[in-house]
């Protein structure tokens, strides 16, 4: 996430930096060695099958199990080794993203329409039929990541979603991740993580056939191996590091601005945070507040160096100004607090979702609260990509259904475009039909006389 050249240099003097990111390269760069790795790990496992994806397990993540699979008992009794307070914030998490899109859902509607007589035409929302969900579960596992990917791919009505997680230091599941599975109407969960999961789903190597669709946030080796998978099996999206731009004004109050920039920087050491503001003195309240929060925060370690290294605050003059460099950066996650969040939500166009006003904050997404996907575009993917949803499980499936009467209109303009591209084919898949249909017309007007 970072500003473009031609941006800055037509806004020149319309702005200037309070703060500026220590590294000047983007956050999330395509890594020689890793794209080698996944390469090399792929043509293995698509060669060996099981037998590497077992190797890989053993090598990188010190599991030695032979079957990858949970029990249908392990994972229907997830949730009765959790503290009752966490099995209920995830049940309330799964049914708040499954309402979500269960609303989208009754907004994809099919339809036909008549373009003109004897030209029907329509669309049908066709869900796909299976769906390879990666749920992570490292250092922070994501337990929320189930409802976006597993749940709202049920909501679309996909038959079959199975899940890898990765193995805990102790050889088994994250509790937590199973059981959001679970609650969110998971067929299968495998013990499995990484390359070779993703590779394993793809390939068909888990006593399934291969998905169709991957979907789920990963470290670069996962992203990379979505990337190199992509065509063989659709993707959700290519996520980098997790980001955060909030817009702010004289309005705000510092402290939470500064508590929201820190809670998307702590996903990793190079998930950057960025603050647009029209008030030097907030943007300068701003910056002593994360150095303050910063001091007490036990994920400091990660938080801080994104802050330091990626972490940029920019003044704008006026609000034109403002917009313009937020559409620039094109954020993942953006908060606006400002007198003017009406002003900003019309004009605003590029972004993974936003949240409006003082009391929304990313987290609630995150962690399923508000309902939203949490799965979006990084590294001004916005401007041009939406994020995971009820749709992108779905397939818009034209079709057509031409009638006799309706043929003589569509034929001929067929005939005289394919004769002067020179595809004769094409042309005499016209030529013939307008030949026997004047040959029945002419039947009739005999079996008229």
């Given at each position: 996430?970072r500003y473009?050249?031609p941006?800055?240099?037509?806004?020149?003097?319309?702005f200037?930096?309070?703060?500026?990111?220590?590294i000047?390269?983007?956050?999330?760069?395509?890594d020689?060695?890793?794209?080698?790795?996944?390469?090399?790990?792929?043509r293995d496992i698509?060669?060996?099958g099981?037998?590497a994806v077992?190797?890989?397990?053993?090598?990188?993540?010190?599991?030695?199990?032979?079957?990858?699979e949970?029990?249908?008992?392990?994972?229907?009794?997830s949730g009765?080794r959790?503290?009752?307070?966490l099995?209920?914030?995830?049940?309330?998490?799964s049914?708040?993203t499954q309402?979500?899109?269960?609303?989208?859902?009754?907004?994809?509607?099919d339809?036909?329409t008549?373009?003109?007589?004897?030209?029907v035409?329509?669309?049908?929302?066709v869900p796909?039929?299976?769906?390879?969900?990666?749920l992570?579960?490292?250092r922070?596992?994501?337990?929320?990541?189930?409802?976006?990917?597993?749940?709202?791919a049920?909501v679309?009505?996909?038959?079959?979603?199975?899940?890898?997680?990765?193995p805990?230091?102790?050889?088994?599941a994250?509790?937590?991740?199973?059981?959001a599975?679970?609650?969110?109407?998971v067929?299968?969960?495998f013990?499995?993580g990484?390359?070779q999961?993703?590779?394993?789903?793809a390939?068909g190597?888990?006593?399934?056939?291969?998905?169709?669709?991957?979907?789920?946030a990963?470290?670069?080796?996962v992203?990379?191996a979505?990337r190199?998978l992509f065509?063989?099996?659709?993707?959700?999206?290519?996520a980098?590091?997790?980001?955060?731009?909030?817009?702010?004004?004289e309005?705000?109050d510092p402290?939470?601005?500064?508590?929201?920039l820190?809670?998307?920087?702590?996903?990793?050491?190079?998930s950057?945070?960025a603050?647009?503001t029209?008030?030097?003195?907030?943007?300068?309240a701003?910056?002593?507040a994360?150095?303050?929060?910063?001091?007490g925060?036990?994920t400091?370690?990660i938080?801080?160096?994104?802050?330091?290294?990626?972490?940029v605050?920019?003044?704008?003059?006026?609000r034109e100004t403002?917009?313009?460099l937020?559409?620039?950066?094109?954020p993942?996650?953006l908060?606006v607090?400002?007198?003017?969040?009406?002003?900003?939500?019309?004009?605003?166009?590029?972004?993974g979702?936003?949240?409006?006003?003082?009391?929304?904050?990313v987290?609630?997404?995150?962690?399923?609260?508000?309902?939203?996907?949490?799965?979006?575009?990084?590294?001004g993917g916005?401007?041009?990509?939406?994020?995971?949803?009820v749709?992108?499980?779905?397939?818009?499936?034209?079709?057509?259904?031409?009638?006799?009467?309706a043929?003589?209109a569509l034929?001929?303009?067929?005939?005289?475009?394919?004769?002067?591209?020179?595809?004769a084919?094409?042309?005499?898949?016209?030529?013939?039909?307008l030949?026997?249909?004047?040959?029945?017309?002419?039947?009739?007007n005999?079996?008229?006389?």
């Amino acid at each position: 996430m970072r500003y473009s050249t031609p941006l800055l240099e037509r806004l020149q003097g319309s702005f200037h930096h309070l703060k500026l990111p220590l590294i000047d390269a983007p956050a999330a760069q395509r890594d020689p060695a890793v794209i080698d790795t996944v390469t090399t790990m792929l043509r293995d496992i698509e060669t060996r099958g099981l037998d590497a994806v077992r190797d890989f397990s053993r090598a990188l993540d010190n599991d030695n199990r032979d079957d990858f699979e949970l029990s249908a008992a392990d994972i229907a009794t997830s949730g009765d080794r959790l503290p009752g307070d966490l099995r209920e914030a995830i049940q309330l998490g799964s049914e708040r993203t499954q309402a979500f899109a269960r609303e989208q859902r009754s907004h994809l509607v099919d339809f036909e329409t008549e373009l003109r007589p004897g030209l029907v035409t329509g669309a049908r929302y066709v869900p796909v039929t299976r769906v390879g969900a990666y749920l992570p579960a490292g250092r922070f596992p994501l337990t929320a990541s189930a409802f976006m990917t597993v749940g709202v791919a049920k909501v679309a009505g996909v038959s079959t979603v199975i899940a890898c997680t990765p193995p805990q230091p102790g050889g088994g599941a994250n509790d937590a991740v199973v059981y959001a599975a679970h609650v969110s109407g998971v067929d299968r969960v495998f013990v499995l993580g990484g390359v070779q999961a993703l590779a394993a789903m793809a390939f068909g190597l888990l006593g399934e056939l291969p998905v169709d669709m991957l979907v789920g946030a990963g470290n670069a080796y996962v992203a990379e191996a979505k990337r190199q998978l992509f065509g063989a099996v659709a993707i959700d999206l290519l996520a980098g590091p997790s980001e955060v731009a909030v817009l702010s004004d004289e309005t705000a109050d510092p402290e939470i601005v500064a508590a929201d920039l820190l809670g998307q920087a702590e996903h990793g050491s190079n998930s950057p945070a960025a603050l647009v503001t029209t008030s030097e003195e907030h943007g300068n309240a701003v910056i002593a507040a994360v150095e303050r929060q910063l001091e007490g925060l036990a994920t400091e370690p990660i938080a801080g160096p994104a802050w330091r290294d990626y972490g940029v605050v920019t003044v704008a003059h006026d609000r034109e100004t403002a917009a313009a460099l937020i559409d620039d950066l094109a954020p993942e996650h953006l908060e606006v607090i400002t007198a003017d969040d009406d002003w900003y939500h019309d004009r605003l166009r590029n972004y993974g979702s936003v949240f409006l006003g003082p009391w929304s904050t990313v987290a609630y997404s995150d962690k399923g609260m508000a309902g939203t996907n949490h799965v979006l575009p990084t590294a001004g993917g916005a401007k041009h990509s939406a994020g995971l949803s009820v749709s992108r499980y779905l397939k818009p499936l034209t079709y057509q259904r031409v009638t006799r009467e309706a043929t003589p209109a569509l034929a001929r303009a067929v005939q005289i475009i394919s004769d002067s591209e020179g595809m004769a084919a094409h042309s005499a898949t016209a030529t013939r039909r307008l030949a026997i249909y004047a040959d029945t017309v002419g039947a009739e007007n005999v079996a008229s006389r």
